[in-house]
Structures are given as structure tokens and as C-alpha cells.
């Protein structure tokens, strides 16, 4: 393996040879290289109104050797500057790009939610998210502003069909947004596609401080938001009408684990179609850790407060495949007398979220950000007697496994689903 670190030195121009701290970043393939492969498109934000993009081209790093210690005098990356984008008044949180390709959505402290946007005449043959390598000026993208009429936006996620995006608020409250043009977009040539138009499809304020972190179900049926009141808050879908139950759940599908990718597709496509309507919100806060005699249950609080995690953020995510959530800024007690209890990261499973699947602990400080790769992984052919130690007594349940990497307060730490230490 070869593993190389770029530096990007340079964020803002306002802040007299100091960088200004990065709070969000956002990467999307966009444009074909010379020799057929695809290079990518970084957006940065921070504590300034500026987002940046860059171009970011990875190489094959193939240097004739099957030594990892050759040394090249060759950086494997390289990182070209595109442009700035200058709409914001105040620091913005947070940046993402939408699944299709075709949208940007910013948002920070002002709390209005930007949407920069693909034009429609540079969408041709499904190919709209190779534009981004060629922006060099804010007027080359379209631009949307929309209000959110909230203090201050600190995370948003796409729906993975790009219709819908979530955000979370400084107020308490978690917004969807949807596009009102997405179905007419989806049926029509696209010489007639429309630009994208916004509007709040629902607000929830049960949180009872910042929402400071929100990740929007890879298959559509919750939304989950993570907030400094020291809760996770799940959001699910109400059932459909009963003549499209069935879809949900076939009586033919075998039992497995994981759901056919067919009938995945058929609940991504049904969920798509219909009207979003939210129902009874689960909350994740505590777990018990003892019953004592006379049946009473002694609870411990799952997350850490704001004065041990000195973070803005609680950034928590979906695997790619909708297995797990999975959570940061956890605390782990061990029992009702554990007096030093462990910062972790957990693992939630799908539809089963009163007590963590896995907890990934031994932590040294709080975990406060975590990112999904976009790739499945296949499991090792035949595990090593070594790995067994390290090797989650339930990790051989998928044909498959999720990486994922934990940002705490000083460190970035590497894990998949199969194993309970980093990679």
C-alpha cells in the first residue's frame, strides 16, 4: 500500500497567513483524464464565507516495483485550484454534493441554504456532474439561494435519489428540503428539464439543543439527526398504502441478512414516488445497564455532553449499504459501576436501534465525525489465525463489509463492519 498525505495550505485569503480551520469538505468524480481515467472535484468550507474547489487527479501511483519503500520524487495526487464561490455572508459548516452530481448545497451561520447547480443546458447525456472540472467562476454554475428561517445551519445530507436533503439547524430543528420539479426532470427529454426548485417538506424541532449532525438513509426510510442535547433522534417513513405494502415486504424474498438488490431497488423507487409523511420519531439517550430487585432499571447516558466534547459537530452517518448508523461522541459504561467510561463509536443496526449492535471503544478522545466509503468491500477469502483476536464475533453475518473512517478531536482512525479495532 502506498499512502500519501496532501496539504491543501490555502483557504482564504482574509486571514493574514493564518489558514482558516476547514469544517467541511465534499468530494465528487467529475472530468476523464487524458488516459481514460476520472479525476475529482473537491469543495472545501470554513470559518470564512469563501467555498473553494478544487480539481484533485489520483494517480495509479505504479512505479514498476512491488517494493512499498521505493522512493519517487513524483507526488501520487495532484491538487489544481478551480475557483471560488463568494455568496455566503458568514462562515459556512457544511458542504455536499448530491448523489446525481448535479447539485452543490452549502449552508453556515447565516442560515441560508445555498444550491449551486449544474445548468440545465450543460446536463447532456447524464454526464452533468463532469461539469465541476471545468467551473473556473461563480456564473458558469446556477445559483439558488433559499431561506431557511432558522439561526444557523451546522450539517446537511442527500437522499440518495438526490430529490430530497436534510439539514440541521443552530435552533433545534431538522428541515427536508425537496425538489419540486424532480418527477417532471425524471420524465422529460432534457431539452426541457427545469431548474430545480425548493421547498421545506417537513420541520421537526424535538431536539431540545443544536442539531449538530444529520445523515439521510442510503435506502430512503429514516432520517437520523444528532444533537448537543446528548440524543439521536431517528425519523422513519410512514408506510406506504396498503396496495404498494407489499413491495416493502414480499412474501417470496428469501430471509437473508441483507435485502435482494432487486427488491432494494423496488423500495428505493416506491419510497421516491410517494408523498414523504414522517412517523413516530425513535430516541436514542440512554440504555439500561442493570435491573435491581424490585424490577427498577438502572440507565446510562449513551453520548457525552458539551463540556467533554469541546466539537461544533456530531456528525454521524449511514454505511453505504443501510446496515448501520453509525454514531460518534458515544460514551461506553461498562456496568452500573464503571466509573471511568470509555469514549466510543457505535454501531446501530437497522431497525433495531434501543441498544448499539457494536461498540467501537478505547478511544482517547471523543470521536465527533463520521464518513462512510462509498465502496463495499469483499470478506478476506480465508481469515488469518492472527486477525481472530481482532475479529467481531458477529462480523461473519455479510458476504461483505462497510470502511468507514472516525474523526476524534485529534485523529482520523480507519475500521470496517467485520472488525472491532481500526484498520
Known sequence: MKVETPQILWNSESDKGKNAPLYSVALQESGVETDGGYTHVLATAGNTNSINLWKVSFTSGKTGSSSIFQKSTKPLNQIDWLASLSRHDLPVNSVAFSPDGLHLVTAGEAGSIILWSVPVSKRGGGNGRHFWSTVTKENDLSVRIISTHCEGVCDISWSADSKRFTVGTIDSNVLIFEDKHYA???????????????????????HSAFVQGVSYDPLGVYIASMGSDRTVRVFPRKTPPKSKRQVLRPSNAPRTVSPPQEHQNQVARLLTETKLEIGKTKRIQRRCVHVDEVGAQIKQRLFVDESTCESFFRRLCWTTDGLYLITPCALWHQDQNDESPSFSTYLFARHRFDEPYKVLAGLEKPSVVVRPNPVLFEMPESELEESKENQSPRGGDLPYRSVFAVLTLDSVLVYDTHHDRPL
Open 184 to 206: 417532471t426532470n425524471q420524465c422529460s427529454p432534457e431539452t426541457h428539464q427545469k431548474d430545480s426548485e425548493w421547498q421545506v417538506v417537513f420541520r421537526n424541532g424535538e
